[in-house]
């Protein structure tokens, strides 16, 4: 698992030029994600009475939230405006994948980093199995989200109904954690041009040292956030922003790191 981790560490540190673009691709996202929510969030909020002397003007305010929603065309504005975001992500996201997977392979063999030959030569297969992972992954909603609005009605407390969730919500993680897993050693093929089939076969072969090095990493991940929490509860103003964004940073290493060790696994059942 080391050797693997410290391989995976100095495939990161040689493409640092791409842990810049992963940061600065999180960090834009987050950006206009973070003013999608605003831009609806914040008029709807400004008309809430906090100190009304009125004891219904809390149940007038939701009556006029639920008016705005059922009877105009907020919500379909807002619908397809999260819509075009998710689709943009499911674009860019890919692309961006094929392009790193390609790099790592091809850094192994000595030609250095090779991130936008990469798209272009690699963003269909990747972009295809990247639609279908998250397709697979979405495709139990379809039974639980009527069997939560079921439930939902039928449970006597909030708490209770949470609780009756939980399972199905633990084995749904499970599966999407799975299926990603097996359709990046697939992507990894994809890319290498050694075939998505024999990247699913490697992947079931290595399981556990891909479990392992996938929950090492997690754990990290983890630890690193729950120590900028701890600090931002601490301190405040422009140095608990600092710290925000640069957590941004570490989080594109982490991913990055993660990955690049994912694929020392696969490179090493390659071999």
């Not at 609806?40 to 009304?52: D, G, K, N, Q, S």
């Not at 990469?118 to 495709?139: C, D, F, H, Q, S």
């Not at 379809?142 to 609780?163: C, N, Y």
């Not at 089939?197 to 991940?221: E, V, Y």
């Amino acid at each position: 698992m080391r050797r693997l981790l410290k391989k995976g560490w100095d495939m990161t540190v040689r493409h640092k030029y791409v842990l810049v673009l992963l940061f600065l691709y999180r960090l834009l996202w987050g950006f206009f994600l973070y003013r999608f929510v605003d831009s609806v969030v914040t008029p709807i909020l400004a008309r809430y009475p906090e100190e009304h002397p009125h004891s219904d003007a809390a149940h007038l305010f939701l009556v006029e939230a639920q008016f705005r929603l059922l009877k105009t065309d907020l919500a379909n504005e807002v619908l397809w405006l999260l819509g075009g975001l998710l689709l943009l992500r499911m674009v860019l996201t890919p692309l961006l994948n094929a392009g790193v997977y390609y790099s790592f392979h091809h850094a192994v063999e000595g030609e250095g980093t090779r991130v936008l030959f990469g798209m272009r030569k690699a963003w269909k297969p990747v972009t295809l199995l990247y639609w279908l992972e998250n397709g697979l992954i979405l495709l139990p909603a379809v039974w639980l989200l009527p069997l939560a609005k079921d439930r939902f009605f039928s449970e006597p407390s909030l708490t209770a109904w949470l609780q009756g969730l939980l399972p199905y919500a633990a084995a749904w993680l499970a599966l999407g954690f799975m299926l990603h897993l097996l359709f990046q050693f697939m992507q990894f093929g994809a890319v290498s041009r050694e075939g998505i089939f024999k990247g699913l076969g490697l992947a079931l072969r290595r399981a556990l040292p891909l479990i392992g090095i996938t929950f090492i990493m997690l754990g990290i991940g983890l630890a690193v956030s729950a120590t900028a929490w701890a600090v931002s509860l601490l301190w405040s103003g422009f140095l608990a922003v600092a710290l925000h964004q640069a957590f941004h940073f570490v989080r594109s290493l982490l991913t990055l790191w993660t990955t690049a060790s994912q694929y020392q696994v696969w490179r090493k059942t390659e071999a």
